[in-house]
């Protein structure tokens, strides 16, 4: 993590230090949070519209903070002690922070964005790169333009290979993060609905992730998911002078992966003859394996090297986990939703072996702008009623899937719910001996309340 001393702090920031006499003063990390904040962490007070960082700044002085950065217009309290560094604006100075720091390190850096898969890819390439490399990656989903400068400072100096996600919501976030972090490599996992609310259309989702090109660098890599549709389209109107990769199962990608064995604990595919097992379920891993593989060999990772790698890596929770109970399984994939990954999400369950009974219990996918309706219709069309014995459905907008699978199952066999303790308490008259209970929705809809609720019930 970042260490310097406060004068050198205010010189990346052009800020002005409270008293030169504690110019020596040692920082080393950041915080944002005085809940998390650590001994010797310069303490960055961060101003939303909900919350305001700065009347905590005493509380973390008294946690060990020997520092802060404060905007310049605002009145310090008489009983604050500790020094600090004026700044215009503390968000700001939090990136400015970061991009000077990520500046003075002497490493690569691989961004990821992309509808679905970031956090997958991400976790697999860090794992495969372990093998060989000193390697940082982003914690948790910290994607965002907080989130973003938080990881690069959190960066040692012996760090060799840093892999960070970029997330948008709207055009110029990415541009925003992709400036401050610089990579080297920039990929793109694929185009989905997700954040259509603000970007209005796939093709304007692609364009604020293809945002991702502004900052890397002249000699840098873009790779990209060749299988998609929509980048295909639309790639062909940019004029990228960095080399370019494109990764898939199609013909005429770059670099050709073929799917192989899929089971309830892994997914094979195979690349120039070689067969490589990532320890995660569903078909769309291959795709996220793919990616780690490419990078591997970008990186003159071994054969073994990168088989070890995939092998170690680990998924995240509420992400395509498969969860043994007292006589049932969970496949909880709580943490978001969209069209894409709940397709994925229904085509595992159903491919998924030795069950007598499978429910699909789905909340609403949120932020899908315009068409939210018509395309949770869709996806209620999508639900097979030869794969999927129950469906359960909560949220305003589940409704419409709700409606569309009608079409497909009897009304004893798919239900609705405007009240979540109603649908656990159906979900429990239904999970019987050997029942698979897969559990999909966007973060909105807290999912994971459903999990916890039938977690310790035996059959």
């Known amino acids: ?79 604050v002690s500790i020094p600090y560094v004026k700044v215009s604006d503390t968000k700001k100075a939090l990136q400015d922070l970061a991009k000077a720091y990520r500046d003075e390190l002497d490493i690569k850096i691989i961004a990821i964005t992309g509808s679905n898969g970031k956090t997958t890819s991400k976790n697999l390439i860090h794992s495969v790169l372990s093998e060989k490399y000193k390697v940082q990656k982003t914690h948790g989903n910290y994607n965002n333009n907080i989130g973003l400068p938080l990881t690069l400072l959190d960066f040692s100096k012996d760090t060799q290979i840093g892999v960070v996600e970029m997330g948008t919501e709207d055009f110029g976030e990415i541009s925003e993060l992709t400036h401050i972090a610089r990579p080297d490599m920039a990929m793109i996992t694929n185009i989905g609905d997700a954040h259509l609310l603000k970007l209005k259309s796939r093709e304007g989702i692609a364009k604020a992730k293809l945002e991702i090109l502004e900052g890397l660098k002249d000699d840098g890599i873009f790779i990209y998911n060749g299988d998609d549709e929509i980048l295909k389209k639309i790639l062909p109107s940019y004029d990228i002078k960095q080399k370019t990769i494109s990764f898939g199962t199609s013909t005429g990608v770059d670099f050709k992966v073929s799917p192989k064995e899929f089971s309830s604990t892994y997914t094979k595919f195979t690349y120039d003859n070689e067969d490589y097992t990532v320890p995660l379920l569903g078909s769309h891993q291959v795709l996220n394996g793919a990616l780690a593989v490419l990078i591997g060999k970008l990186f003159d990772l071994s054969y073994k090297e990168i088989n070890k790698g995939l092998s170690l890596a680990s998924n995240n929770a509420n992400r395509n986990e498969l969860i043994e109970r007292n006589g049932f399984d969970i496949l909880d994939d709580a943490y978001k939703s969209n069209p894409q990954s709940l397709k994925q999400g229904l085509e595992l369950a159903g491919y998924l072996d030795g069950y007598l009974n499978k429910i699909v219990v789905l909340g609403d996918m949120l932020e899908l702008g315009d068409g939210e309706k018509n395309l949770h219709y869709k996806s209620g069309l999508d639900i097979d009623p030869k794969k999927i014995n129950y469906c359960l459905f909560y949220g305003p907008l589940c409704k419409e899937m709700y409606r569309a699978s009608l079409e497909n199952f009897p009304e004893d066999r798919s239900f609705y719910f405007e009240n979540k303790n109603d649908l656990i308490d159906k979900l429990k008259l239904l999970i019987t001996k050997s029942s698979l209970v897969f559990v999909k929705g966007s973060r909105g809809l807290h999912m994971e309340e459903v999990i916890e609720a039938i977690y310790d019930i035996r059959v």
């Open 1 to 79: 993590m970042i260490e310097k001393r406060l004068d050198e702090i205010a010189k990346m920031l052009g800020g002005e230090i409270s008293d030169d006499k504690f110019k020596d003063t040692k920082i080393k990390g950041v915080s944002i949070d005085s809940r998390t904040i650590q001994k010797d962490n310069l303490y960055i007070p961060i101003v939303g519209e909900k919350f305001d960082g700065r009347i905590f700044i005493e509380e973390c002085a008294n946690s060990g903070a020997p520092a802060f950065l404060i905007d310049e217009n605002y009145k310090i309290p008489k009983s």
